[in-house]
């Protein structure tokens, strides 16, 4: 089993339209959780972490499930601009290994 | 806050050449350094990382390796690329342990033919 699942989509979405990703995680001893942006070619960006009560940044509300291990992402009011891969990032015992899902495809459409 | 340059921007080697990727970092001091490589379609895999100058420490066994021969630059090489070389090299930095969030260089696409 991979440490890190992501359902590779493509999510195929309209504008407006609210979409959600999960991502599952092995290692029960994962301390740290990270949602990171990566458009086609370019290098991944950091989206915003996850923390245990679960977190907004405007549109975007990450979620975390220690008990199930995942991790969720929300994306409500989808823009076009928001078509991207999006990856789960996960780090144990805040060490030196950060672990990246093969990240979920998001395509929004007009 | 810190910027990571990385160059060349794509790259195309035979096989059995030589591989000499450089990143540099500026805006900050004794960062940790990595190396990840992207595989089409696949997840980031971290190759090496380093916590100080001289200091490296590999992740994955292969035919590639990395030097710190200054605080805030980052070598990742190979003697002979093999095919299965090919993929995208993104350099990253964190400026220090307490802070996890990761920062990527804008990576090069190496095709190994």
């Known amino acids: 089993r991979k440490e890190v699942e992501q359902d590779p989509g493509p999510f195929n979405v309209p504008e407006g339209a609210t979409v959600a990703f999960n991502c599952t995680y092995s290692?029960?001893?994962?301390?740290?959780f990270f949602w990171y942006r990566q458009d086609c070619r370019k290098e991944p960006k950091l989206l915003m972490s996850?923390?245990?009560s679960g977190n907004e940044d405007g549109r975007f509300t990450a979620q975390l499930n220690r008990a199930s291990q995942y991790i969720s992402l929300l994306i409500r009011d989808s823009k076009l601009s928001d078509s991207a891969t999006y990856l789960c990032?996960?780090?144990?015992?805040?060490?030196?290994?950060?672990?990246f899902g093969p990240g979920t495809r998001l395509s929004v459409l007009p | 806050s810190q910027t990571i340059h990385q160059w060349p921007a794509t790259l195309v080697q035979p096989v059995g050449s030589p591989l000499s990727l450089e990143c540099t970092v500026e805006g900050t001091s004794n960062p940790n350094l990595y190396w990840y490589r992207q595989a089409a379609g696949r997840g980031l895999q971290l190759l090496f990382y380093?916590?100080?100058?001289?200091?490296i420490s590999s992740e994955v066994p292969q035919n590639l390796s990395a030097s710190r021969p200054q605080d805030r630059q980052f070598i990742l090489s190979s003697k002979k690329l093999l095919l299965s070389d090919s993929g995208f090299y993104l350099c990253?930095?964190?400026?220090?342990?307490?802070?996890?969030?990761?920062?990527f260089g804008s990576g090069t696409q190496l095709s190994v033919l």
């Open positions: 990253a930095c964190r400026e220090d342990p307490t802070n996890e969030k990761l920062f």
């Open positions: 996850v923390y245990s």
């Open positions: 380093s916590v100080g100058i001289g200091q």
């Open positions: 990032v996960v780090n144990h015992n805040y060490g030196q290994n950060f672990v």
């Open positions: 290692n029960s001893a994962s301390q740290s």
